[in-house]
């Protein structure tokens, strides 16, 4: 799920981000800024996941650790995908070192022990994109329309789905 889509005031709501830390104004527009999206609200979300992920509260705890537990078979590769994404500039994959492009089993391990924090953060920042659109499909629900769920209309090369799972597609070298 796009964490990006996460309403701010939510994680306000949850106490997971202070009031005082919301940008003065977010204006609705017809069109998404994308730069303030990733300068202003990614950090946000960021730090909103980060508290979450180090709660020391057992509601929070044991929720992130059955979402999880629930989401294993793909979670923690795409948490890891996103911490490494991010370490290596954004860059695509296969433009990291090999041993990390290639999944190398050590590789793997290193990275996830070296970046543990990090991807907790990033499993936080899914289960409370997991959250906003389980909520949203409640309310949908209550007024008569089901959400059958998203199908993408690609998956993009450098995603976590082509990392972890290459066998899956058909990919064409990068270039």
Not at 42 to 70: G, I
Request: net charge neutral; hydrophobic share 45%.
């Amino acid at each position: 799920m796009e964490p990006l889509l996460v309403d701010l005031h939510d994680l306000v709501t949850l106490d997971l981000l202070r009031p005082a830390e919301l940008p003065a104004e977010v204006v609705a527009e017809p069109r998404i800024d994308y730069k303030w999206v990733m300068a202003v609200k990614k950090p946000l979300l960021e730090r909103a996941a980060s508290r979450l992920a180090s709660s020391e509260e057992s509601f929070w705890r044991s929720e992130l650790s059955n979402f999880r537990k629930r989401q294993g078979d793909w979670l923690e590769d795409a948490a890891l995908f996103f911490s490494l994404h991010e370490r290596h500039g954004n860059r695509p994959f296969w433009e990291w070192e090999s041993a990390l492009a290639g999944r190398q089993p050590r590789a793997l391990r290193d990275a996830r022990r070296e970046r543990k924090g990090e991807i907790a953060t990033q499993a936080a920042l899914q289960l409370l994109a997991d959250r906003q659109c389980q909520a949203l499909r409640a309310h949908a629900l209550t007024r008569g329309v089901a959400l059958i769920g998203d199908m993408p209309l690609y998956v993009a090369r450098d995603s976590a789905d082509c990392w972890a799972r290459p066998e899956l597609f058909a990919l064409a070298s990068p270039g």
